[in-house]
């Protein structure tokens, strides 16, 4: 017997109205994919990265993790950044945070939530280093909101201190890291103007010297 039923009828709706359309779709797509675009957001179930920004499957690689974090040691994030600019060769790399989000929300509270700490905990450090700023925003949802685009700017920094980002900026390929924050109650993007796209933008601390 199969399991979430409806689900396996969307997806046959889905896939006979573009065939209907374009019956050749799915073979043509099957066989490349040639994304100019690496996507980096929340897991949160509101934010269709493809449709917010009005691309097509193929057209955008997507990592998504709790409060689209970039940590140096995340096997998973740094797997999939590597082969979208070493591979992929995508010119841009998009982190996208969004006002109101649950992970941001809890890390700025006292309460444990067990497991997951540990991740928000680099958010913790982000209101840490900040902190003089922050204190200052009485109303909380304003105060959350300022954490989550400097949360996003700091990730911005996390991703551009990669050697995966460097050696392609080493080597002349064209590479820039965006940061953007989504807006659940209007469905727009705030683009946080924070784009790095070569090493003299970075902290010199965090110069890496091309591959030997
Ligand atoms: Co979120």
């Known amino acids: 017997m199969k399991s979430l039923k409806h689900l396996f009828e969307n997806n046959l709706t889905w896939a006979n109205g573009i065939k209907k359309d374009m019956p050749d779709y799915f073979e043509d797509l099957?066989?490349?994919?040639?994304?100019?675009?690496?996507?980096?957001?929340?897991s949160d179930s509101r934010i269709?990265?493809?449709?917010?920004?009005?691309?097509k499957p193929g057209?955008?690689?997507?990592?998504?993790?709790?409060?689209?974090?970039?940590?140096?040691s995340d096997m998973n994030l740094l797997s999939v950044?590597?082969?979208?600019?070493?591979?992929?060769?995508?010119?841009?790399?998009?982190?996208?945070?969004?006002?109101?989000?649950g992970g941001v929300i809890a890390s700025m509270k006292k309460a444990q939530f067990g497991l997951v700490d540990n991740w928000l905990r680099y958010i913790r450090d982000v209101y840490q280093g900040n902190h003089?700023?922050?204190?200052?925003?009485?109303?909380?949802?304003?105060?959350?909101?300022?954490?989550v685009e400097l949360n996003v700017m700091h990730q911005v920094?996390?991703?551009?201190?990669?050697s995966i980002v460097q050696n392609a900026w080493h080597q002349s390929?064209?590479?820039?890291?965006?940061?953007?924050?989504?807006?659940?109650?209007?469905?727009?993007?705030?683009?946080l103007n924070c784009c790095i796209s070569d090493q003299t933008q970075l902290d010199h601390m965090y110069h890496l010297k091309p591959e030997a």
Request: glycine share 6%; aromatic share 8%; charged share 25%.
């Open 30 to 42: 099957s066989k490349r994919q040639q994304p100019e675009f690496l996507w980096i957001g929340c």
């Open 48 to 55: 269709p990265a493809e449709r917010v920004v009005g691309l």
């Open 59 to 72: 057209e955008l690689f997507v990592h998504r993790n709790i409060a689209n974090l970039v940590v140096h």
């Open 81 to 101: 950044l590597q082969y979208s600019v070493e591979v992929l060769k995508v010119k841009h790399v998009i982190i996208c945070g969004h006002y109101g989000c």
């Open 132 to 147: 003089e700023e922050l204190d200052k925003i009485t109303d909380k949802n304003k105060r959350t909101d300022r954490l």
């Open 157 to 162: 920094k996390n991703l551009c201190h990669t």
């Open 173 to 191: 390929q064209p590479l820039t890291v965006h940061g953007w924050v989504y807006s659940l109650a209007s469905g727009l993007l705030n683009d």
